[in-house]
């Protein structure tokens, strides 16, 4: 079992920067690719971010590309998640995941083991 706690969600003004942690505890989630989703309301789940086991090859949705980088610190069995530049379209509840591969998971059906979620508002 994995245990995944998100934490550093908030309210921000168009055009500010959020850093998103992901706790992992529980199997070695530092052994799987991890990633990061998000789901506004009225919105399918969607990918956001992918991070391999070593952390030497990530992917980022061609939305956010730029904007958003994705790291992680197996040490401390923690995924990150840095928003630069948001705007009020990347406003949505966001998850983090530990996906059953080590490739670059960017389908949700490719992980078993989800987050609660925490919220990003971003008022323009």
């Known amino acids: 079992q994995v245990q995944l706690v998100e934490s550093g969600g908030g309210l921000v003004q168009a055009g500010g920067s959020l850093r998103l942690s992901c706790a992992a505890s529980g199997r070695t989630s530092s052994m799987y690719t991890m990633g990061w989703f998000r789901q506004a309301p009225g919105k399918e789940r969607e990918f956001v971010a992918s991070?391999?086991?070593?952390?030497?090859?990530?992917r980022v949705a061609d939305s956010v590309k730029g904007r958003f980088t994705i790291s992680r610190d197996n040490a401390k069995n923690t995924l990150y998640l840095q928003m630069n530049s948001l705007k009020p379209e990347d406003t949505a509840l966001y998850y983090c995941?530990?996906?059953?591969?080590?490739?670059?998971?960017?389908?949700?059906?490719?992980?078993?083991?989800w987050g609660q979620g925490t919220q990003v508002t971003v008022s323009s």
């Open positions: 995941a530990v996906c059953k591969y080590t490739g670059i998971c960017s389908s949700s059906t490719s992980y078993n083991y």
């Open positions: 991070i391999r086991p070593s952390g030497g090859t990530t």
